[in-house]
């Protein structure tokens, strides 16, 4: 454990390339942020690094090769060099990879005048929320609010003012878990401890929630194939490497919609008025498995979904797809028996009722594959989110298609 009298380092006033790179950053995912940097000196990268969000200083610097990483680190004030490289054996979008250096660790046994003076020197070029006090092994023993030391005696050790056994944070906690625990007390900062109790960073509040709130609003493009490195400021060039891959895989996703309705080729050959209502059907199943989809995803974000509730939500969605598409399809069974009439078709009630039927069974499958398809990602330790939408469009269209066809087929012809 440090000498908690040194005050921890703080960086200097921003240059203005400082200033430049930092705000340039803010609109670069991790590639980007390296080839801006790369060029740049050892000690103008640790300057920027340091004012940068811990999870997005460590995704950038470890796009360096080590060799050069090792000279940006040395050049790095040493509790953030350290702190980095503790952050970086945590895993991804962890509490581990969020932590600050230590600032403003007490020890039980100083006076409210030595922790006053210790103090002093820190807060002049730093931020000190709160007092840390630790024991000489480094574990928390508890947390110090600066206003008690407004009203306490300058001779009264520090144990007797600390709130004992504060609220902490562990390091392997997700972020989300994080989150759901911090929500109680929103505090400015929360102490990160090991399970031995031992203090070994901070992560202040803001930086939490704004590291969430990046990670839920990658999500949305995650569901298309959009990857959560693509900024606005990404190159077209690696949007592209990004993107196509997905887009080739949903073509050869949407082949298999393709096949279904070839399948019926006679059946479309001799009711082509099928043809017209083939996107309302798709269309509407693809919508109603996009809100059990969205409904899936969030509660596994939120931490809602767990495993044994899984039979519950899919067939929560089902029913949900059943009552809803007894709903529209009454109005799409309508729309036909109008369109059918007024194109003269003797069969414009059988139509209709295949429309009705179609759309029943389409939207009770899309429900069903919009909460199983997370899942099924989830369970084999892919994101669930990632290109989610591009299976359940193909499993909503081969179905709706699929069932809609043969169902003109078997009725009609």
Known sequence: MP????????????????????????????????????????????????????????????????QRR??????????????????????????????????????????????????????????????WVVDDDGVLAGVLVFRELLFAESHQPVSDLMVKNPFRLQPELTLIEAMKAALKWQLPVYPVCEASGRLIGLVRGTTLFEQQAFELSAQAGAMVGVEKEERLGTPWTRSLRFRHPWLQLNLLTAFLAATVVGVFQDTLDQLVVLAVFLPVLAGQSGNTGCQALAVALRGITLGEL?????????????????????????????????????????????????????????????????????????????DPATASSIFLTTATDVFSMGTFLALATWLIL
């Open 3 to 66: 000498d908690p009298a040194e005050p921890t380092p703080e960086p200097k006033s921003q240059s203005p390339v400082e200033a430049r790179l930092h705000e340039a950053l803010a609109h670069a995912g991790p590639q980007e942020a390296f080839e801006l940097l790369e060029s740049e000196p050892d000690a103008v990268i640790a300057a920027v690094l340091v004012r940068e969000n811990p999870a997005i200083a460590d995704e950038i610097l470890w796009e360096f090769p080590e």
């Open 70 to 131: 090792g000279l940006i680190l040395a050049a790095a004030p040493a509790d953030y060099a350290e702190q980095w490289t503790k952050n970086h054996g945590y895993p991804e979008e962890s509490v581990g990879r969020l932590m600050e250096p230590l600032v403003g660790v007490l020890r039980p046994q100083h006076t409210v005048h030595e922790a006053t003076e210790r103090l002093r020197p820190i807060v002049k070029k730093t931020l000190v929320t709160y007092g």
């Open 306 to 382: 767990e495993p044994s509730r899984a039979k519950v939500v899919v067939s929560k969605e089902a029913l949900l797809g059943l009552v809803n598409g007894s709903l529209v399809g009454i109005t799409a069974g309508f729309g036909m028996y109008l369109f059918a009439r007024l194109q003269g078709n003797d069969a414009a009630l059988t139509l209709a009722l295949v429309v009705f039927m179609a759309m029943i069974c389409s939207c009770t499958i899309s429900g069903i594959f919009g909460a199983l398809v997370p899942m099924v990602l989830r369970r084999a330790g892919a």
